[in-house]
């Protein structure tokens, strides 16, 4: 079992940052791709981001590219995702995800179906 809590979620202007982070317990974070999600009200969960289990590769969705960046740090087991230059379309509950095993490829990342453990979500509010 591998346990996931998200935090840094928040209410910000249009154009202004937040850093989510997701801590895991559980397991050996390194043997673990992860993932962010998102999901607006009435609106199905979207990638978001995604980097593998030893931080070599990273996939982000194109709507949040040259905004949005994923690391992790595994001697802490925790995944980051920062976010800047923030709109209000990026308004949405923002889950942290994790996949047992490290592949290449985004296909690996993408679909929400993929991820084993979830976490419970954090709020982030854009205002215009």
């Known amino acids: 079992q591998v346990q996931l809590i998200e935090s840094g979620g928040g209410l910000v202007q249009a154009g202004g940052s937040l850093r989510l982070s997701c801590e895991a317990s559980g397991r050996t974070f390194s043997n673990y791709g992860v993932g962010w999600f998102r999901q607006a009200p009435g609106k199905e969960r979207e990638f978001v981001a995604a980097i593998s289990g030893s931080g070599g590769n990273t996939y982000s969705a194109n709507s949040v590219k040259g905004r949005f960046t994923i690391s992790r740090d595994n001697a802490k087991n925790t995944m980051y995702l920062q976010m800047n230059n923030l709109k209000p379309e990026d308004t949405a509950v923002y889950y942290c995800?994790?996949?047992?095993?490290?592949?290449?490829?985004?296909?690996?990342?993408?679909?929400?179906?993929?991820?084993?453990?979830w976490g419970q979500g954090t709020q982030v509010t854009v205002s215009s």
């Open positions: 995800a994790a996949r047992s095993g490290s592949y290449s490829g985004s296909s690996y990342y993408i679909k929400p179906t993929s991820y084993d453990y």
